[in-house]
């Protein structure tokens, strides 16, 4: 996986506004959304990558988002299949740790 290709990823994801949808889960979700946007933004300003700490971060992330977007409409479930997919990258970019 190259910083390229997480950066197209990234743009893309960022030029989707926050999906409307009612769930007792927004908030999660919202704070899901903002982690793993924070380890793209570290991951892509940061030449050494990902840190142990991070990596086990958005590996939680992406647990946490499989147990709550299951029940969200299809439009909603796109976004959050986009963020998953940005999670997914920066977990298979072996972060040399």
């Not at 991070?54 to 977007?69: E, N, P, Q, S, Y």
Request: with cysteine; hydrophobic share 40%; proline share 4%.
């Amino acid at each position: 996986m190259t910083r390229n290709v997480i950066a197209a990823a990234w743009e893309q994801h960022r030029g989707n506004a926050w999906p409307q949808f009612s769930s007792p889960n927004q908030g999660q979700l919202m704070t899901l959304d903002t982690v793993i946007s924070g380890c793209v933004v570290f991951y892509l300003d940061s030449p050494e990558g990902l840190d142990h700490q991070r990596i086990a971060i958005v590996k939680d992330c992406l647990g946490d988002l499989d147990d709550l977007t299951g029940e969200l409409d299809p439009d909603s479930q796109s976004y959050f299949l986009r963020l998953r997919q940005l999670g997914e990258m920066l977990l298979a970019t072996g972060s040399h740790f």
